[in-house]
């Protein structure tokens, strides 16, 4: 292993080995790095293999709960291992930062580009289930969609969905998209982001639903001087360190891996995605699991500021009444199908696409 200090992303690359299945790069395949996920394993894996996905390929973060086992007990399934952890401090010489970053992050960018160069792939965390657009049954009929437009990305709202109440009659592990939505069947219907018509970047237009619950939960709160501003004079660069940011809102999920493509972070690629199409990822972040994903996020600090977004989600778990345990909001709705995110904006697909 090379020397921290001198890290390329050629060497996260190299570090990668094939723990178990045999990849086919020729496949439409998602990949993704998990850790402790075997509550949504069945789900994910049904959901995505009904959408067309032929493999998937994935970065074991060492598992305990039998994840790792799971995933290799299945024929379409490629575990990675790698010694560099998720949530592992490390520098790299040719990354759009020399400030240390956590392994996790270029990882997203050297799973793809290792393995599957030249390929559309998915990346999708475990709760992340991707929406395809009403008139289009499989991801190869979007990719010739895709391609036929020269798109090289596709950007995708990512929509919280939570229950009415945060309190469960059962802890089983769902198997399928259907047994998710039956646990967490709202979401917020105020669309999200937008795509700059000139430029193609990302737009917010609102907070998440993860967010207005932390905020009418009075768990987030800005600081005093901010509340009697203008919203344009909050947006100022200046006062954006005073506020608390929001959980992110969009993802771009299905990128084709051409030589010149980075991911920026762990939701945006740096190339630009063309204006008019936004898919949807539902976001399962609010189900039965949650309490259990909050302890590890805890011990571990491996995720975003070490952490501090499930901190503050702990505050949710044990209200002082029981009203404290209502999710829903003004703009909250029950999930019938994908038009319910066409209807809302969370979803735009353009004319003729």
């Not at 723990?19 to 496949?27: A, F, M, R």
């Not at 973060?61 to 994840?67: F, I, Q, V």
């Not at 660069?237 to 084709?256: F, G, H, N, V």
């Not at 011990?299 to 975003?304: A, D, P, Q, V």
């Amino acid at each position: 292993m090379n020397n921290n200090n001198k890290l390329t992303l050629a060497d996260l690359g190299n570090s990668l080995s094939i723990e178990s299945g045999t990849l086919d790069p020729k496949k439409l395949t998602v990949y993704g790095i998990f850790k402790n996920e075997l509550y949504f394993l069945r789900s994910f894996l049904s959901h995505y293999r009904s959408i067309g996905v032929e493999q998937f390929l994935i970065l074991d973060d060492s598992s305990e709960d039998g994840t790792k086992e799971f995933l290799a007990s299945q024929n379409d399934c490629v575990v990675l291992s790698s010694p560099y952890s998720y949530g592992q401090v490390i520098k790299l010489t040719d990354w759009q930062t020399k400030k240390p970053v956590r392994a996790g992050v270029p990882m997203k960018t050297v799973i793809p580009s290792h393995f599957l160069a030249n390929q559309w792939a998915i990346y999708a965390d475990a709760d992340e289930f991707l929406f395809l657009p009403p008139g289009i049954s499989t991801v190869q009929d979007l990719i010739k969609q895709l391609e036929r437009g020269r798109y090289r990305a596709v950007v995708a709202s990512l929509v919280d969905f939570f229950p009415a109440q945060l309190s469960f009659s059962s802890h089983e592990a769902p198997e399928n998209l259907e047994d998710l939505i039956n646990e967490a069947s709202f979401f917020d219907t105020i669309p999200l982001i937008t795509l700059d018509p000139d430029e193609g970047k990302i737009v917010r237009l609102n907070k998440g639903a993860s967010s207005r619950i932390l905020y009418e939960h009075g768990i987030y709160q800005n600081p005093w001087f901010l509340k009697p501003l203008p919203s344009f004079v909050k947006r100022s660069p200046y006062l954006k360190k005073y506020q608390l940011t929001s959980s992110a809102m969009s993802k771009t999920p299905l990128i084709r891996w051409d030589s010149d493509v980075r991911m920026v972070g762990s939701h945006r690629a740096n190339i630009k995605a063309q204006p008019g199409l936004i898919l949807t990822s539902a976001h399962f972040k609010f189900t039965s699991d949650l309490e259990r994903r909050i302890e590890m996020a805890i011990k571990l600090r491996s995720y975003s500021g070490k952490s501090k977004k499930y901190t503050r989600l702990a505050k949710l778990m044990h209200p002082a009444s029981d009203s404290g345990n209502s999710l829903l909001g003004p703009d909250s709705k029950k999930f019938n199908s994908v038009e319910d995110f066409i209807e809302c904006e969370l979803m735009t697909v353009p004319d003729g696409f």
